[in-house]
């Protein structure tokens, strides 16, 4: 594996970051998809998405989760250099390099070369972001609840999770307004198996949801003021 080309290439673009003291976010975007399949076809279908609401004469809005802070940045890098898509980073407040697994985890990471954004910078991404100066937002788990926005019409999962409960939260940022649609990428292996084991652990989350029988309702005792 050590001598094909797109080994080579790879090993080429990671001495070449650590020599100029770069992360790969600050790398060319055409770099970054030639290793990354999936940077392409989001790209693509990100594209394909506001070139037929263009030519409908409609205004839209996408969403792309991510688990990780990395490949957030990334993300935003490689879609800056479309003419339709005008992405932004919607991440949490603490400072982290890698993962978030939760919004509580998210403050709690260690600290690295990925800083979070305060309460203010979140406030300004998502007036941007409704307004339209930004028409695609690039988040982490912060993304995942709390987001109203009705021109919403397209949601990206960049990876899988295996929790049916937050795949329900993200698929429920779209589809508010008027119809959405939701896009998983997935890699052939352990990521096509984690995203079938959460295929059919929401279906019976779903399947609980609906018998009422499931649900105790009792009267609450009133909130006495001592």
């Known amino acids: 594996i050590t ?3 797109a080994f080579l290439q790879l090993w080429r673009t990671i001495v070449k970051a650590q020599d100029s003291g770069k992360s790969f976010s600050q790398d060319t975007s055409e ?15 990100l594209h394909e998405h506001f ?36 992405p932004s980073k919607f991440v949490g407040q603490g400072s982290g390099s890698s993962s978030t697994l939760s919004s ?34 690039v988040c982490t788990c912060i993304g995942e609840e709390g987001l109203d926005i009705g021109s919403v019409d397209l949601i990206v999962n960049f990876d899988c999770l295996r929790s049916p409960i937050r795949m329900v939260q993200r698929t429920g940022r779209t589809g508010r307004k008027r119809k959405g649609r939701v896009v998983c990428l997935v890699s052939k292996g352990q990521e096509e198996r984690k995203l079938e084991n959460s295929e059919q652990a929401t279906k019976l989350l779903w399947k609980a949801l609906r018998n009422p029988k499931n649900f105790t309702l ?9």
Do not use: Y
Request: charged share 30%.
């Open 3 to 5: 001598k094909e080309d």
């Open 31 to 45: 770099d970054l998809k030639l290793n990354n399949a999936k940077l392409q076809k989001l790209d693509d279908i």
């Open 51 to 86: 070139a037929r609401a263009k030519s409908n004469g409609e205004s839209s809005r996408a969403i792309v989760f991510s688990q990780w802070r990395d490949s957030v940045e990334e993300i935003v890098h490689v879609l800056k250099k479309s003419a339709l898509v005008k």
């Open 104 to 137: 509580n985890d998210e403050t709690k990471q260690k600290k690295g070369r990925n800083t979070g954004m305060n309460q203010k910078e979140q406030q300004n991404v998502i007036q941007q972001f409704k307004s339209g100066i930004f028409n695609c937002l």
């Open 218 to 226: 009792s009267r609450s005792a009133p909130i006495i003021p001592v």
